[in-house]
Nanobody, 123 residues
């Protein structure tokens, strides 16, 4: 059974950077497409970025284009989200996700969710 554990969230000023990590347990990590979603208070969970199982393809939401970068290290069973030029509107709980929906953005095609990590960007 694969489990997803996020870390790296916190409080940062606008314009700053954070790097989120999602560590996984289990032997099947490298077979999963992986991604990040986020949910702000009162809003639906939305797709942020995704990466294919082999790292060859990445996908992103227009709202983070040029600012966020997803990567993965299959040897370490870990996926990362580097967030630069953060804005107050990036404030949300960020969730790591595994499954086909992690690159298509379809929440109903997510097999596994992490517990989430809070990111707060102050103005």
């Amino acid at each position: 059974q694969v489990q997803l554990v996020e870390s790296g969230g916190g409080l940062v000023q606008a314009g700053g950077s954070l790097r989120l990590s999602c560590a996984t347990s289990g032997r099947t990590f490298r077979s999963y497409d992986m991604g990040w979603f986020r949910q702000a208070p009162g809003k639906e969970r939305e797709f942020v970025q995704g990466i294919s199982w082999d790292g060859g393809r990445t996908y992103y939401a227009d709202s983070v284009k040029g600012r966020f970068t997803i990567s993965r290290d299959n040897a370490k069973n870990t996926v990362y989200l580097q967030m630069n030029s953060l804005k107050p509107e990036d404030t949300a709980v960020y969730y790591c996700a595994a499954g086909r929906g992690a690159i298509s953005g379809a929440r109903d095609r997510i097999d596994l969710w992490g517990q989430g990590t809070q990111v707060t960007v102050s103005s």
